[in-house]
């Protein structure tokens, strides 16, 4: 709840106060629970339509898995449009794919992969991008 009345706050501020420069936001989420998954489409979505000149990541690994699948994802039809903007890159680990028996055919078109979705987070934060956490 915290989290959602911050972003609440963050969204209101930015359109009360005209975003002066870009920013770099890399979400996370591991959670299996489908409106985690719901939720932060929902978030990525705002923020990128928001923020155009911004740039943002989803960062899948560990439970989030079915949030990118084609077949199961509760959130297929928001990211499926999202990863098609210029401004948005969603990303799965590849060691959670391997444990999944997944491959890139079982993904939502346009999702991508990165070889461990930790260290992409610790690395986007070494670059200077803000952190979310998805979660309950």
Aim: hydrophobic share 40%; charged share 25%; aromatic share 6%.
């Amino acid at each position: 709840m915290k989290k959602l009345i911050v972003l609440f706050m963050l969204m209101v501020s930015g359109i009360m106060l005209a975003q002066t420069e870009p920013i770099k936001v890399v979400f996370d989420v591991t959670s299996s629970n489908p409106d985690v998954h719901r939720t932060a489409a929902k978030h990525l979505r705002l923020m990128a339509e928001a923020y155009p000149q911004s740039e943002f990541e989803l960062v899948i690994y560990s439970g989030a898995y079915k949030m990118v699948d084609r077949k199961s994802s509760v959130a297929g039809e928001t990211l499926t449009d999202i990863v098609k903007r210029n401004n948005v890159d969603i990303v799965i680990c590849e060691q959670t794919m391997k444990r999944h028996k997944m491959t890139m055919d079982n993904l939502i078109p346009g999702v991508g992969s990165v070889p461990d979705g930790i260290y992409e987070i610790i690395m986007k934060q070494k670059e200077g991008w803000g952190y979310i956490k998805e979660a309950q």
